[in-house]
C-alpha cells in the first residue's frame, strides 16, 4: 500500500500563474478530500468527493480555485492566477467510505509558494 | 454550522508532565464522531485515536481522551510528555458532512 501520493511535493509560481495540484487516493478509497494547511488558519477544508462525484466545495475560495477527479485513481487541484496569500501546504486525504467514523489518510502535501 | 476550537496555539511542556490539548466543538447532530490527528514534521497527518461514544475514554500510543457530549468536548491527554510528543496536533469533527477541524495545538516537549 503505497498510501496517498501528492505531486509535486513542492511547487513554486509567480504570482498570476496556474498551479495544478495533483492526488492518487490510496486504491479503493471512495471518498478524497483537499484542504489547505497554514500556520494562522491551520487546517482548512477546501472540498471533498464520494466516488468521482463532487459532494462539498463550501471550503473553496469560489473565484480561482477548483478541483476534478475524473477517475477513481487521480483527483487534481487547480489554481488558477495564483496570488501570495494562497502559498501555503495543500494536503490530500482519502477514506474508504463516505460516512463519518472513517479515519482519512494524508498525503505528504504540496508546498506551493506564490511569489 | 458545525465547528472544532482547540483554544490553545502552542504549549509548551517539560519532558515528564502531563499533557491535555483542548477541543471542545460545535453541531447540530448526535452521531458525532471526533477524531485526533497528529502531524509530526515531515511526515503526513495522521489518526492518533477517535471516539463516537458518550464517556468512554478511548487510548492508542499512551494518549487517552473521552469524548463528552454534555460539554461537547473531546480533550486529549497522557500522563507524562516525551520529547518524541513534539508534533502538531489536530482535532476534528465528522458528521457524515465535510469534516472539520480544529486551528492545531502546537506541542512542545522540552527536556
Known amino acids: 500500500n503505497a498510501g496517498v501520493i501528492q505531486t509535486p511535493r513542492h511547487k513554486v509560481t509567480g504570482k498570476g500563474q496556474e498551479a495544478t495540484l495533483w492526488c492518487e487516493p490510496i486504491s479503493g478509497h471512495s471518498a478524497v478530500f483537499w484542504y489547505r494547511q497554514t500556520i494562522v488558519q491551520g487546517l482548512e477544508f477546501l472540498t471533498y468527493f464520494r466516488n468521482q462525484a463532487p459532494i462539498d466545495d463550501s471550503g473553496m475560495p469560489k473565484e480561482r480555485f477548483s478541483a476534478q477527479m475524473p477517475n477513481q485513481s487521480h483527483s487534481t487541484l487547480k489554481i488558477q492566477s495564483t496570488q501570495p496569500q494562497d502559498s501555503a501546504v495543500y494536503l490530500c486525504a482519502s477514506s474508504s467510505r463516505d460516512w463519518g467514523q472513517d479515519t482519512q489518510y494524508f498525503g505528504p502535501g504540496t508546498r506551493l509558494l506564490v511569489l | 454550522g458545525d465547528s472544532v476550537t482547540q483554544k490553545e496555539g502552542l504549549v509548551t511542556l517539560t519532558e515528564g508532565l502531563p499533557v491535555m490539548l483542548n477541543c471542545t466543538y460545535q453541531?447540530?447532530?448526535?452521531?458525532?464522531?471526533l477524531f485526533w490527528y497528529v502531524h509530526y514534521l515531515n511526515e503526513s497527518p495522521r489518526l492518533l485515536l477517535k471516539?463516537?461514544?458518550?464517556?468512554k475514554r478511548t487510548e492508542h500510543q499512551g494518549f487517552h481522551a473521552t469524548l463528552h457530549k454534555s460539554s461537547s468536548s473531546f480533550h486529549l491527554q497522557k500522563s507524562s510528555a516525551q520529547l518524541s510528543d513534539s508534533a502538531l496536533y489536530y482535532c476534528?469533527?465528522?458528521?457524515?458532512?465535510?469534516?472539520?477541524f480544529g486551528a492545531g495545538t502546537k506541542l512542545s516537549v522540552k527536556p
Open positions: 476534528a469533527l465528522n458528521n457524515n458532512n465535510a469534516p472539520r
Open positions: 471516539s463516537s461514544t458518550d464517556n
Open positions: 453541531t447540530i447532530y448526535s452521531n458525532a464522531f
